[in-house]
């Protein structure tokens, strides 16, 4: 028999998505979905009014989901789910003691991610857009000795901050590129970092001893802003800094004074804060600075797996059973 209107229950999806994921939530009988239908995010008051009464959200790392929002959706919102491993967006303390349930995209996406920070890492540290543009320009003269000369992997020490799924995946794949010692730190030792032969050691060891420090872990009250002032002048002047977290862990003014007075020698960043970075900002007339648009997870295949994966974590909790990937709260 068919559901009458009033027993569908709500969803709100904030972006267009993949069709892997809208497939799924179409055929689903039980939803009356509402899709903010564009490529750009939904203004904060349009999501205030769209969230009214849904008993299902799906947003993304571009929406930040606070009291107002939850306040807005009102007593039915059950489940939350981001497109997203990172959940730096939702208010956690608010959602958990309103009793809703919280789905993730953790997994399905760190190859993409881990693969991406290491073609980032390696177009810094051998400076692969400044040569682009030389050729584009015609400053490029002739092969002279020490022309566009960067940094390599061979014979490094490498540290990693935040040896998590894709920190130690990106350890994983740099590895053999030939890295001497792969450093890490974080709260405790892992013991998959075995696998890398990874050290442990205080941030300090790994700042001073790393010729390419990589930041992957969450951003969380106790990394926002790790990456300041102190942390940067601990850095070899020949090291590279490369950050595909989130752009809240880095203090932006002391990365760009530690790149102009060479305290360290280059930058890469998939993040930054606010995202888009404003084309006037100083970073970008550093040659010294890659800064990509937040692409980590950008294959086609991880953004369908992502959507699918979202959808299918809102309906589980829409029924109230097992989510694929569920949040502990
Ligand atoms: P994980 O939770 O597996 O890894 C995060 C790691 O950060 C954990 O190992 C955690 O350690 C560590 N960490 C937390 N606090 C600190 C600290 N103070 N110092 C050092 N390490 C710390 O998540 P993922 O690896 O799946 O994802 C990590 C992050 O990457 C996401 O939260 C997201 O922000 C970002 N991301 C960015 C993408 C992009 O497009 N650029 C794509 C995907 C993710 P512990 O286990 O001790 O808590
Ligand atoms: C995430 O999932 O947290 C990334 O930043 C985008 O894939």
């Not at 007593?75 to 789905?103: C, Q, W, Y």
């Not at 001497?180 to 001073?208: F, I, M, N, W």
């Not at 002048?233 to 950050?243: H, L």
Request: net charge neutral; proline share 5%; hydrophobic share 40%.
């Amino acid at each position: 028999a068919a559901m009458s209107a009033r027993q569908l229950m709500k969803v709100f999806v904030t972006r267009r998505l993949p069709q892997e994921g809208t497939k799924l939530l179409q055929k689903a009988a039980m939803c009356d979905v509402l899709v903010w239908d564009s490529d750009e995010p939904v203004p904060r008051e349009e999501l205030l009014k769209k969230v009214e009464g849904a008993h299902g959200l799906l947003c993304l790392l571009s929406d930040r989901i606070d009291a107002e929002v939850l306040d807005a959706a009102g007593p039915n919102l059950k489940v939350i789910s981001t497109m997203s491993v990172g959940f730096d967006h939702l208010a956690i303390d608010e959602i958990k003691k309103r009793g809703i349930r919280v789905g993730y995209t953790p997994d399905v996406l760190t190859d993409a991610t881990a693969e991406l920070t290491v073609a980032l890492l390696l177009a810094t540290a051998r400076r692969l857009p400044e040569g682009i543009q030389e050729v584009k320009s015609g400053g490029w003269s002739s092969w002279k000795p020490l022309w566009l000369c960067g940094y390599g992997l061979s014979g490094s020490t490498v540290g990693v901050i935040g040896l998590g799924r894709i920190g130690l995946a990106i350890a994983r794949r740099l590895k053999p590129f030939g890295v001497k010692r792969l450093l890490y730190s974080g709260r405790q030792p892992k013991p998959q970092a075995r696998e890398v032969d990874g050290e442990h050691v205080p941030l300090d060891t790994l700042l001073c001893e790393s010729d390419f420090v990589v930041v992957s872990c969450s951003l969380t009250p106790e990394t926002q802003e790790l990456c300041n002032k102190s942390f940067f002048s601990k850095m070899k002047n020949t090291a590279v800094f490369i950050n595909t977290s989130r752009g809240a862990v880095v203090n932006q003014d002391d990365l760009l004074q530690a790149l102009t007075s060479g305290q360290i020698a280059a930058a890469g960043l998939d993040v930054t804060s606010p995202e888009p970075l404003p084309t006037d900002h100083p970073l970008l007339c550093l040659s010294n600075c890659v800064v990509l648009p937040h692409i980590g997870s950008a294959t086609f295949s991880t953004r369908g797996v992502m959507a699918q994966l979202s959808a299918n974590n809102l309906l589980s909790g829409l029924t109230g059973d097992a989510m694929p990937s569920e949040l502990k709260l």
